[in-house]
């Protein structure tokens, strides 16, 4: 029992990650660094237990425990459908999968109406995603396994038509994971690159927070009005949500192979050296200074999207198509196939008066945890000398 204990220590002693970090919908919980294998962690943990003089368990024992804590040692390229898992295994209907299916089909058939009317000149059509969460720093030394590092994000925006493709970069000390944070994104990248008049159509997954929420909403309505064209968000299938995107992380995570990474903007290099044709991908670092509040409940047009009003109605979970209107006004589909509907929410300020959403979102860098402060500083003995000062300067609460 106190080899078991032990063990169990071990395993709590690893820094893990949340689930929704690696863009996964599950209960599972992910170790940080990234473990080659199941036996590479064993052996890990059989040196630890050597150093202290402790027994270890067999494999077997430190196998069934590490499943039994529902632990995992790889961060998902993508989330697997829970509808198709429990059909596999029996526990979903025909006829349940079988509408599942169709959905998919359906979405899968729209996106590629959307590109090929994009590469016909009647649209601008994009697809955006956020990649699986990376860390800061990254080397091979042995005192990584139990520390925690930075998290470093990157929100890349993809064009169907041109291939061109630009990733947004931040580590947790300049942005958070906010509604607020992806709209400066995809507000930014539309000013800068649809300079015509043609209508605008974002793919995306239906990830709550980043994607299909009113703050995001209201400032798509705000950018219809102002540049007089329309723009339209569309969802894919839950579960089936491959999208250009995927390409894109794929050769960055490539190229990040036996990479050793000392600063959060080591990524931008690495991003930039990950495709040569047509062209190298574009690359923006973000700092706190760059992102802009847009969560001005008091000053949005529409207060929710939400297309239903009463209980067991539908939520905006629900939603897989929302245009936004120049004239103000916002349209919904609750399926491809439907008509278009009004959203049906009070307008409860014209949204040509809304305001100029130019209100920094922080007015600092965001602090970390003094934990993971201290762990930093641990680590900077593995560091360069000239990249130590940038983890000295880190604030902590």
Partial sequence: ???????????????????????????????EY???????????YVNKCEESNIEHVSYCTFSNTFENLNLSLFSPKKDQCNICVAHKAGNIPESDYTLHIQLKDRARAEKSADKEKAKEGKCLAF???VQAVKLCPVNNANKFYFKTRLKVHNFTIYNLKTHHCTNYWWNETEGDLSSSVFTTMIIDHLNEHCDNDLPI?????????QNR????????LQYAVNHKKLVIQKYLEPGHTQMECDSVHS??????????????????KVTRE????????????????????????????????????????????????????PEGKIQIKLQFNDELTDLPQRVVKNPSLMPVFDE???????????????HLQELKSTLAAEVQGFYDNLSYE
């Fill in 360 to 374: 920094k979102l922080f007015t600092d860098r965001l602090k970390i945890a003094k934990t993971k402060f201290d």
């Fill in 251 to 268: 050769l960055i995570e490539r190229k990040l192979h036996n990479r050793e990474i000392e600063l959060p903007t080591d990524y931008v």
């Fill in 201 to 209: 159509v974002l793919w995306s997954d239906g990830c709550p927070y």
């Fill in 127 to 129: 697809v955006m995603d």
């Fill in 34 to 44: 990234n473990f080659s294998s199941k036996a590479n962690l064993y052996r890990v």
């Fill in 1 to 31: 029992m106190k080899k078991i204990n032990i063990l169990i220590i071990f395993f709590t002693e690893l820094p893990k990650m949340p689930s929704h970090y690696c863009r996964q919908r599950s209960a599972k919980v992910y170790l």
């Fill in 274 to 325: 990950a495709r040569l044709k047509p062209a190298p991908y574009d690359v923006k670092y973000m700092r706190h200074s760059d992102f802009r509040n847009y969560d001005l409940r008091n000053q949005m047009a529409y207060q929710s999207i939400r297309p239903g009003k009463k209980a067991h109605d539908p939520t905006v979970t629900n939603l897989r198509e929302i245009h936004y209107e």
């Fill in 213 to 220: 929420n009113a703050v995001l909403s209201n400032a798509l």
